[in-house]
């Protein structure tokens, strides 16, 4: 994971089970965020497959029971990756939705900047976190429990939802007679275009990077 994105270090023999070495007590959180990165850094393997807690835990030279003390399932973990990825990436969105658009009669360049920024940021973050991307467009939660698919699907609605936000003034402005329709449809190309770039940087091999010709396509769009 990019933010922050260490190699995951050797599990301590607290978890490994080695009574002979000295144990060092991590810091409050430090293991979970071990466990994430291997979790992360698996995905990113072209072609992975499914992951086991067997193979994680193989991964991290530490037993599937030391893994459960941290969580209570593998879906749980999945759910640690997807609370970074909304974390993240909302926090982000919310800073450049919530500027002001631009001065006087600005506004739709405003609205629509707005909108390219965020599609830029999504297919930005994508491609600095692969494993990740798996995770986004649902490659990974194949077989995994339903409700980690539902919360990706709710992910991309609030990012339409975000879009639709930028660009509902700039059609307003332009004396649009449905400002509002015109919102929508907009925002949900724009959330169609994101997601297939997404696939398919995963369905590549993370080959086709998902920001490949970012300007030029935004500039048709929008």
Do not use: W
């Amino acid at each position: 994971m990019s933010e922050p994105s260490p190699t995951p270090e050797p599990v301590s023999a607290a978890d490994a089970g080695d009574g002979t070495a000295v144990r060092k007590r991590p810091k409050p959180g430090e293991r979970r965020a071990q466990i994430l990165q291997a979790l992360a850094g698996m995905l990113e393997q072209p072609g992975a497959e499914r992951i086991t807690t067997a193979a994680l835990a193989a991964r991290l030279s530490v037993s599937e029971a030391a893994l459960y003390r941290h969580f209570a399932s593998k879906a749980q973990m999945f759910e640690g990756l997807i609370d970074f990825i909304e974390q993240t990436v909302f926090t982000r969105v919310a800073q450049i939705v919530g500027r002001d658009l631009a001065d006087g009669g600005q506004a739709i360049e405003g609205g629509a900047h707005q909108a390219a920024r965020v599609v830029a940021l999504l297919l930005q973050f994508g491609e600095r976190n692969p494993g990740l991307v798996r995770v986004m467009v649902g490659d990974a939660l194949v077989l995994e429990h339903e409700r980690l698919q539902q919360r990706m699907n709710q992910f991309f609605e609030r990012i339409e939802s975000s879009l639709r936000q930028c660009l509902r003034a700039a059609a307003g402005t332009a004396n649009s007679a449905t400002p509002t329709v015109d919102a929508q449809v907009a925002a949900s190309v724009l959330t169609a275009f994101t997601l297939g770039r997404l696939q398919r940087y995963a369905r590549s091999g993370f080959r086709r990077l998902p920001t490949e010709h970012l300007d030029a396509s935004l500039a048709l769009m929008l």
